[in-house]
Structures are given as C-alpha cells and as structure tokens.
C-alpha cells in the first residue's frame, strides 16, 4: 500500500513538473513570431504627433518607413566594419548571442539596476525591432535570444548584416542605411565616406540623444568612438583613425516640415527617455505639450527681426525661452534664430552652457538677504577694491562696466545698476562655498567643485543652462519655489487611451486669457529661500528708480502698465548677453550671442542693447490683455524710512524734523538697520587728502565724514582723484 502510494505520488509529482515545463513554454513562445519573415516583414508603423498645447500640429513622424533596401556587396566594406566594431565586435563568431559580452552584461544589469538592458548582438537587435514588441521583460529577453539564434541557422552572417542595416532607424522617420545617407548628407549609401559611415553606425543606439541636429559635438564625439573601435579591431590603421577624426561632419539642414524645432526635438528625447525608439518613432502616441504656437511664431519673428538690427554688432544669434513660473510650462522654446539655416541653426542654446554674466546676482544678493547678513539698505562701498587670498597668484581687482566707481551705494541700487564692486563683495561675505551650495537649491546644477571658482562667480564666471537660469529666477516669482521646468501636458497611445497627464492645481490651458495671481500656497517643492527674500529681490527688480542711474528711466527694461521684475547680464568679454525678467505667471528669458563664441561688438557691454529689446517685446506680447500682478508682500516684510545717503534708519527729532532726507525701503522683520554706518570721525589722510590706507607714511589726521561697509571705510569729503585701491584679504 505505502509503495503504490509513494510510486503515486512520484508520478504526481512528475506530472505537476512537466505541465509546470509546459506551462513556461506555452508563456514563453505561444506565437512566437517565425523569422523566415524578416526579408518580407511589413509592419505597419502609426504615426506620433507632437502638438501644442492646443492641438495644433507641431511635427509628424511619418505613418511609413521611409526606407529603401540596399544590398550590401554593393557598399563599402567600412560600412558593415563600422557597425560591427560598434554595435557587436564578436558578430562573426557568435551564433546569435555572446553569452560572456552580452547575455552575461544583462543578467548583471539586471541584478545590480533591476532593470533589464544592453547586451544585444546584432541578430538580437534585428529580432527586437523587427518581430517583437519594446517592453522590457525576462519574457521578451527569453524570446529574443530564441529568435536569434533561430535566425542564426536560417540565414548567412552577411544576409543578417544587410537585414540590419535595412531594418535599424537612424532617426526621425528614417530607417536603413540608404535613407539615413541621404537624410544626413545628400548622397547614396554607396558613396559614403569613412567619417560619415562611422557616423551613421553611431546612431542606431540613440538617434535623438547622437542626433547632430541636438548636439553636434556629441555627434562627433560618437562618430569618434566609432573610429577608434574600428581602429582597435583593426579595420583601419592608425594614420586613417588620425586622418578621419580630424575631418569635418558637413551634415544637411533638416527639411521636413516642422514647427518649432528645437523644442520638438528636445520633447522627443524626453520620450524617447521615458519609453524607448520604437514606441516614439512607430507606436502612434499623440503628444500634448506645454507650448503655445502663437507665442512661439511670434517670438521666433521678434528673434529674426531684431537681430537683424544689430548685424552690424557682430551678433548672428539668439535664444528665447518663455515659461510659466508657478507650474514650470514651456510656453515658447526658440533655440537658435533659424533652425534650418545652417548646421548653427539647429543648435539649441536653451539647453546649452553659457555664462550668465551679472544676470546670477540677483542669486548672490538672495543668498545674503536669507542668511541676514544684508538688507536691502545696506551700504556697499563701491570704490576701488583688489581682493586677495592665500595661494592666489595675483589680486582680483573687479571693474563695473561703466569704467566707474559710485561710492557708497545700498543694495537696492547696487543690485537693481548691477554694479560688479558690490557683487564681488556679496559674494566675498557669503562664501563660494555657500554660494554653490545654495544655488542647488536654485536647481542650478552646472556649479560644482568650489574650488573651480573664484569672486568673478557672481559676474557670470560659472557656465548655466537657460533653462535652469528660468528655473532658479522662478525662485522669486514662486515665493521662494524653484519649479523644474515640464514640456509635455498629455500622452495618449494609439487607441486614444491616456498613457500620462501632467496634474497642477496651477495649471491652465488658455494661458492668453487674463490670469489670477498663482495659489502659491499649492506650488510643491522645497523651498530655496523664504517669501520674505524673493519678495525683495522681486522688488527690487521691478523698481525703476533703482536701475535709473544705470539704464535711464525709459529702457527696455520697462513693460508699460507691468510691474516685471527683471535682471540684465553680459560677459566681460561680450560674449553672452542676457535680459531675464518675469511676473508671477509669466518668465521670458533672451540670449543673444554667437555659437561660436566670438565677441560681439563692445556697445552691447550696457546690456539692454541686444537681448533687452527682444525680451522687452516678447514680454509685452505674453502679458498682452493680462492684469498688472505685483508681487505679494508677506506680513514679516515692514517698510522703514532710511537715509538716501547712508542706509541708516532716518530718525525724528524731538523738534519734528527728521534726522536725514530719506526714502521708503522694506525689510524683514527685526533686520532693518540698528547701527549708524555713517559718522563724523578723526581718520588718517594722506597729503593730497585722501583716505589714508592702513601703515601710510607721513599721514595728518582730521576729523571727516565716513561712511563703512562690511569690508573697510570712505570718505565723504576726502579728494578722490586717482583713488588709492582698498585691499580686502580673504
């Protein structure tokens, strides 16, 4: 009894196992798709649509591939080299996997990220795209490896090889090597180069992040990586790798119509990062994004005809970037003036590092504002100043672009003439080292080593993104919360079905009708500074008065019937120049310069020259028909009367006069000035009746009118003629 129990059993066991064997293959391969139908295969691609967020068409991947078979025998062998060397070095030694390079390389991807990855042969790589679906599981993995070395007994090396670089897509709507060589470079696949064909087998892995229309400097560094695996597999020589690099990438403009290009093509990555090449570029997904085409064409026309204003200043480009602060939306993305003029056009500088020159300040200035080292009315002496420290070679001896200096101003005018003297001395008395850390918090990722800097960091020393210079200014029109920036509202897949939706208690689709102040109260995210900070650097932005000695009461800074805050920034060296300015629901920055990075013409070095005019149109187009929206004052913000001259709290004497002439400023609560910074004192003068530095030989000493800073002193009635220079040691 017990042995037919336990044979029974036995066999119950056997059973349950081989229907559990049957099971997995059933998962695993019910219809599994044959290979014999690779030289025929016609899928049938949908295509995506990116649109604004109004549903207008911006670009169409096209319903068809756009492919034309070629054979390989009739091309150059480099151009099979170049894919191997890349894509799969073993390809002639494997029989459709390599298990130590690639099948091995997945697992432990797979162990270590937990996502599945990598590791694909050029058989895998023909099979994924052609018979199976992008998902990313063991299932998928387990099928394609089947399927390639299935492929592998049925057709030769050389026909896998030609199926791959008909099938593989090289960007956009392209697909095979055939069209991807006349897509790039005007010619047929036969009359490749070596750099072009190294170029083209670079792409296949990432067409949008290679794409030279994105970045062409990393396209070449691709096509690069190319040649010198060829280089170390020896398919070409050593003179050929050195001769090849060198050689220019003359890539064609792209002509398939499209609106707003650069944007499109900075939201395909986007997809492309969050699903893969296949999905966006076959799968029908329909794009909602967050820009508006009005906005945009309007700006791209202000962008070409003011720049044709100054030709003559040795300005060929531009960038524009209009977002809204509270919900970080890209309203408008103009990357270069003309995408389709050249291989430049295509450069997108929103995305790109430039220096921000005086346009970082107002960071600097927040940062001392939150840690309460200065308010608004504090003096700044801004006389002649070299800085030195330990282990640097030469003082830094900062000039303001006018070529003047102003003597004791307070904050509020010091940032709103953007003056360079008081800067550097923000910057000296919060720290590099406090400085980089806190702009993180600005969202400004690009600043790292402090040690990499020094005091010109506040005059635009460290390279930013435009678009995260947008996020950092979104700080003040936030209330003191950055917003990372967003480019997609709405996905839908090809059954209409929604995929994703961008949700924000802020969010508003017809932004042209008149806007409510912002619930800054739903604004997520951590907060960079308080709302008692960014309200006063947003006043101070926005108060004419203050830049007036510098810009004049009737700039281009100034937006009719607007209160707009807003920050103008060139380089010393003229290569940037920036005007950056928002309202709490509207942010437009502008760039102009030259990819090139050749100075423009010195008459821009008053910085509302170039970008100003531009910005100041684009700005009055966006806040066309808005209400006029201050910023909001928070209750810990008081206003105090100060001396016009001093910054020292204006006093009134028992007789009812008051102790200075004086002006409205605000402060936080408990910081407004307690001490008097200016004072009749007996000081060391020199013969010519200066204010003598410290060890002077031969001084007289007289009573006199000083006025400090946090750094050192100045005389009121002094001479001032040739100035001697204050020396600060840090």
């Known amino acids: 009894m017990n042995i037919y129990l336990f044979k029974n059993r036995k066999l119950l066991i056997f059973l349950s196992l081989l229907l559990l064997f049957f099971s997995i293959l059933i998962f695993l391969f019910y219809d599994l798709p044959s290979p014999y139908n690779l030289k025929d295969y016609k899928s049938i691609p949908v295509s995506t649509h990116i649109l ?31 894919t191997i060397a890349i894509e799969d070095k073993d390809f002639y030694k494997h029989g459709g996997i390599s298990i130590i390079g690639g ?80 897509k790039y470079f005007g010619k047929k696949a036969v009359n490749l180069t070596l750099a072009e064909a190294a170029f083209l087998a670079g792409l296949p892995q990432a067409p949008s992040f290679y794409s030279p229309y994105n970045n062409l400097n990393l396209a070449k560094k691709r096509r690069n990586d190319v040649l010198k695996a060829m280089y170390q597999q020896k398919y070409i020589d050593k003179k050929t790798l050195e001769t090849t690099i060198k050689q220019e990438l003359e890539i064609k403009p792209p002509t398939q119509s499209i609106k707003a290009p650069h944007f499109v093509f900075y939201v395909k990555q986007q997809l492309e990062e969050k699903y893969d090449i296949k999905t966006v570029e076959e799968g029908g997904l329909e794009v909602y994004t967050t820009l508006d085409l009005d906005i945009q064409e309007e700006a791209e026309k202000i962008l070409k005809e003011e720049l044709e204003k100054i030709k003559s200043l040795k300005v060929s480009n531009g960038a524009i970037l209009v977002t809204r602060p509270p919900t970080g939306e890209i309203l408008t993305m103009v990357g270069s003036v003309d995408f389709f003029a050249s291989q430049s056009g295509a450069f997108n500088v929103t995305t790109a590092l430039r220096q921000p020159g005086s346009a970082i300040k107002p960071i600097n200035y927040a940062i001392g504002l939150e840690r309460k080292l200065v308010t608004p009315a504090t003096i700044f002496l801004d006389i002649p100043t070299c800085f030195t420290a330990p282990g640097q070679p030469s003082a830094y001896c900062p000039q303001n672009y006018d070529g003047k200096f102003h003597g004791p101003v307070q904050l509020r005018f010091a940032l709103g003439n953007s003056y360079n003297i008081p800067a550097v001395k923000m910057l000296a008395l919060n720290g590099v080292e406090n400085f980089i850390a806190s702009a993180s918090a600005f969202t400004i990722s690009t600043f790292s080593d402090p040690k990499k800097y020094g005091l010109s960091l506040t005059l635009g020393g460290g390279e930013v993104k435009m678009t995260e210079l947008a996020q950092a200014f979104s700080t003040f029109a936030n209330r003191g919360k950055p917003k990372k920036l967003v480019s997609i509202l709405k996905i839908k897949d090809k059954l209409g079905k929604t995929i994703y939706e961008f949700k924000d208690p802020n969010f508003v689709r017809e932004i042209k009708k008149p806007l409510a102040p912002p619930n800054f109260l739903a604004i997520q995210g951590k907060k960079a500074i308080s709302s008692e900070t960014a309200f006063l650097i ?55 310069g030259n990819n090139d990075g050749s100075p423009m013409h010195p008459y821009l070095t008053s910085g509302i020259t170039g970008a100003a005019p531009i910005w100041n149109r684009v700005m009055s187009y966006v806040l066309k028909n808005q209400p006029d929206l201050w910023p909001i004052k928070p209750e810990n913000v008081i206003g105090k009367q100060v001396c016009w001259d001093s910054g020292d709290l204006m006093v009134k004497r028992e007789d009812g006069s008051e102790s200075c002439q004086s002006r409205f400023e605000y402060f936080i609560k408990e910081t407004e000035t307690k001490e008097k910074y200016i004072n009749r004192m007996i000081v060391p003068v020199t013969k010519d009746d200066k204010l003598a530095p410290a060890n002077w030989p031969d001084v007289e000493l007289k009573e006199k009118t000083i006025i400090k800073d946090m750094f050192g002193m100045y005389c009121l009635d002094c001479n001032h003629d040739n100035e001697i220079p204050q020396v600060i040691k840090l």
């Open 538 to 592: 947003s006043h101070i932005l926005l108060d004419n008065n203050a830049r007036t000695a510098a810009f004049g009461p009737s700039s281009f800074l100034v937006i009719p019937n607007h209160a707009v805050s807003v920050k103008t920034g060139t380089t010393d060296d003229k290569k940037d120049n920036w005007t950056i300015g928002f309202t709490p629901n509207f942010l437009t920055v502008v760039w102009v």
């Open 103 to 182: 099948v091995g390389r997945a697992v432990k991807d797979m162990i270590l990220t937990k996502k599945l990855q990598g590791g694909s042969t050029i058989t895998q790589q023909l099979v994924k795209s052609s018979l199976l679906t992008p998902e990313r599981t063991l299932k998928r993995k387990v099928r394609e490896i089947v399927l390639a070395i299935w492929t592998e007994r049925i057709f030769s090396k050389d026909e896998i090889l030609e199926l791959y670089l008909n099938q593989v897509p090289y960007g956009g709507a392209t697909y095979g090597i055939e069209e991807a060589a006349k």
């Open 52 to 82: 604004d967020r109004n549903g207008k068409l911006l670009y169409e991947i096209y319903r068809e591939q756009n492919r034309t078979p070629v054979k390989l025998k009739d091309l150059p062998p480099y151009i099979a080299q170049a």
